[in-house]
């Protein structure tokens, strides 16, 4: 079922959340791969879990093709498939959402996964990645309202508000 936060999204399934803000999806050769964790989302919600999935607005830069293929793909499957699986391609506020995140509520257990890892092809084969998976309500609380206030943040830009982090025993 793999490791790391694919491990988790793998195992999500009926009344599970997977929630995730990714900078760079798609592939660096110019054309579209839909590699495995774009896949193992849409599998999640297939599954029966709930998922959301913010992609920064990112349009490439004439060598790298964006990330507007990939939120058009998984706006596709949400349209046309009987899934609960949404996409925002935006900002957050007046800047781009460059978290590399992911929160999963599996069986009751709050994970959060949080680190440098761009889910693109060159981020699984060519660079060191680090991502941190932490199983704490207080972290994940933390981090789905922001989630949560990024997410309304891209249809009202006076939702955008960071809160402070509350005091946790972690």
């Known amino acids: 079922q793999g490791r790391g936060h694919l491990g988790l999204v793998n195992r999500a399934g009926a009344g599970d959340v997977i929630l995730v803000q990714v900078n760079v999806t798609s592939s660096w050769d110019g054309e579209l791969t839909?590699?495995?964790p774009v896949q193992s989302y849409v599998e999640a919600a297939r599954r029966g879990a709930s998922v959301r999935i913010m992609i920064d607005s990112w349009e490439g830069d004439g060598t790298i093709i964006g990330n507007l293929p990939v939120y058009n793909y998984l706006a596709g499957v949400a349209a046309t498939e009987d899934i609960d699986l949404?996409?925002?391609?935006?900002l957050v506020g007046t800047r781009r959402q460059h978290n590399k995140l992911v929160l999963a509520e599996i069986n009751g257990g709050r994970y959060t996964s949080i680190g440098s890892l761009n889910e693109s092809d060159r981020a699984y084969k060519l660079t060191r990645e680090l991502a941190i998976i932490l199983k704490s309500d207080a972290v994940y609380t933390y981090h789905?309202?922001?989630?949560?206030?990024?997410?309304?943040c891209n249809a009202d830009a006076a939702q955008c508000v960071t809160p402070a982090l509350p005091d946790a025993d972690l």
């Open 86 to 90: 949404e996409v925002q391609l935006g």
């Open 34 to 36: 839909l590699h495995t």
């Open 144 to 152: 789905r309202n922001m989630f949560d206030l990024d997410w309304a």
